[in-house]
């Protein structure tokens, strides 16, 4: 970036409702600027007292994801990391409790010197910090503000965000604003009031939005966009339509594009930025929508009514099937239905099973039926994390005859535990931020299916030159696979695709006398884009359209 190009900054809010998708917008948005040539980064705000989301349940608030430098995050995150090519740190998630937490430290220290510590300006002063953190080294900063307008954890930000707009002076700071418009049956039409009610709370804090983007179910006719435009203060060009995509999120882009979004925001931060080439979304769409082949997947979980609870294996399995021109139909298993019922009622006619990572033993046997109904009718298995685990349980139980074969997870004083906690865990006190977490090597075994899947151009011969072929993997998880038990396993067949080298940890668990049986400890999903499929989604999505051929 030129020294004499000031950087620019995105804020994204929400108003009248939660769950707008402002995550989706902001992602989208990141999208379309980078194709202009711009390089892009975005970050979350998170008002809740928490200090992270990792011991949040999924109930609550859906998928922890995790990056490089092991930081737990929110989902959006993940939308953030699938729609850009950036890779995100710790200071891309902030959230109130990390503020408050930060500003007590200080306090504690004596670093105010004995000043009232106050919301103004100590707390502010941090949200703004962490902005231009997390702004270096790029062109646009995008910052979405978590929550709605109104609510009472979330004026601090605001009032930060009103702050650096000041500071950062105008043409440098655009403020986005995503609203709903319902429609009324009863009425017959649009209602625009919640949205003026919420730009009004917006400008009472001292921050008028520069654009409006507007949720709907139907489309927002001239006479709402003018209607809205008066009475919020924003251009009519500037009011956005943004109704629910029809196939996939990732229609998103070209949905904005047809908007002039892009447009919009590089007319009015000053960019030099050509028109972009929609071409790769474009092909990422078409493939979602005519595929040439389809294949159906059962996900095994027991948070399977939460759409947000496996969010990024839902995706990955997505970008698997665009890098095989395969529609994806994903079939949600309740594992403990599964113990009940068992397997053949809830399986029968896949073609693959993936077992995604969890916490605590409810469901657990039910996920263990189902890998063995998968090994023994020669199904595609895809274990992640705890699914990985299941693999190694299973087969040590009806392959190694280790009939006592169990995680310490959920018998911590089982006969055989081929799955044991981790010896740095097992002092720990504490949950939060313990586990192990982020990016770690996982150095990849030749003549395996992994091999095949991330080095499927290289021979044998090839896989022996030079340095071992590695791999970054982004890891949360306190158990692991027994080395007290590798030799008895593999002597019985299973096969190590990947270890950790420096630990010699085990990262990769496989099947051999199966078609495509894969365990991982990692969790593959948080690196995955619609554009460039993780290699292990894609070759489970390979494997599974040969299974139907078959």
């Known amino acids: 970036m030129a020294k004499n190009k000031p950087l620019k900054y995105i804020f994204v809010t929400g108003g009248v409702v939660s769950s707008l998708g402002k995550g989706l917008t902001a992602a989208a948005l990141g999208a379309l600027l980078e194709q202009r040539g711009q390089r892009v980064r975005l970050q979350k705000f998170d008002p809740y007292l928490n200090v992270d989301p990792g011991t949040m349940s999924p109930y609550q608030h859906g ?35 990390q503020i408050y937490e930060s500003v007590i430290q200080k306090e504690r220290r004596g670093d105010y010197l004995g000043s009232t510590v106050q919301v103004i300006p100590h707390v502010t002063d941090e949200i703004k910090n962490r902005i231009r953190e997390a702004g ?9 503000i978590g929550g709605t307008v109104g609510d009472i954890e979330g004026l601090p930000f605001l009032e930060a965000l009103r702050q650096f707009a000041l500071e950062a002076g105008r043409g440098n700071v655009l403020f986005i604003h995503c609203t709903l418009i319902p429609y009324l049956n009863a009425a017959g039409e649009l209602k625009t009031k919640p949205s003026q009610m919420s ?17 709907t179910e139907k489309p927002i006719n001239n006479e709402i966009r003018s209607k809205l435009s008066l009475y919020c203060n924003i251009p009519v060009r500037n009011v ?31 960019l030099e930025a050509p028109a972009p080439s929609m071409t790769e979304w474009e092909d990422v769409v078409r493939r979602l929508k005519y595929p040439a082949h389809r294949v159906e997947i059962g996900v095994v979980g027991k948070y399977i009514e939460l759409q947000d609870a496996y969010k990024s294996v839902y995706e990955s399995l997505t970008h698997g099937g665009i890098a095989n021109d395969c529609g994806i139909n994903i079939v949600r298993l309740d594992s403990e239905a599964i113990e009940q019922d068992g397997p053949e009622k809830h399986l029968k006619g896949l073609d693959g099973v993936l077992v995604p990572g969890g916490f605590g033993d409810r469901g657990i046997e039910g996920k263990i039926m189902a ?11 895809f274990g992640l994390c ?32 081929v799955i044991d906690i981790m010896e740095d865990q097992k002092e720990l006190t504490e949950k939060g931020g313990t586990m192990r977490l982020g990016a770690y090597t996982c150095q990849i075994i030749p003549e395996t299916h992994s091999a095949a899947a991330y080095f499927p151009d290289l021979s044998k011969a090839d896989f022996a030159k030079g340095e071992p072929k590695t791999v970054e993997e982004r890891h949360r998880h306190r158990y692991e696979f027994n080395n007290k038990y590798r030799d008895i396993l593999t002597r019985s067949g299973l096969r190590i695709g990947g270890v950790n080298p420096k630990r010699d940890l085990v990262e990769i668990a496989e099947v051999v006398d199966h078609p495509w049986m894969v365990g991982v400890q990692f969790h593959p999903e948080f690196k995955s884009k619609p554009n460039k ?13 040969k299974c139907k051929k078959g």
Not at 70 to 85: I, K, P, Q, V
Not at 373 to 379: D, G, K, Q, V, Y
Not at 389 to 417: M, W
Not at 535 to 541: E, I, R, T
């Open 240 to 270: 956005i339509e943004e109704m629910d995509v029809e196939f996939s999120i990732y229609e998103l882009p070209l949905a904005l594009a047809r908007e002039d979004l892009d447009d919009i925001v590089a007319e009015a931060l000053g």
């Open 136 to 144: 270096k080294d790029v062109d646009i900063l995008i910052t979405e």
């Open 533 to 545: 499929a993780h290699p292990l989604f894609a070759d489970f999505v390979k494997a599974a359209m």
């Open 386 to 417: 705890l699914g990985m685990q299941i693999l190694v349980i299973e087969y040590a139980r009806h392959i190694a005859a280790i009939e006592g074969a169990n995680s310490t997870e959920f018998v911590p004083d089982c006969k055989d535990p």
């Open 371 to 381: 890998a063995q109904w998968a090994r023994e009718n020669s199904i595609p298995y």
């Open 63 to 97: 998928e922890v994801y995790v990056l490089d430098d092991g930081a737990e995050t929110d989902l959006d995150l993940g939308h953030y990391e699938r729609f850009t090519s950036g890779s995100l740190s710790r200071f891309n998630n902030l959230t109130s409790g």
């Open 199 to 215: 730009v009004a709370r917006m400008r009472e804090i001292g921050i008028q939005p520069d654009v409006l983007v507007c949720r």
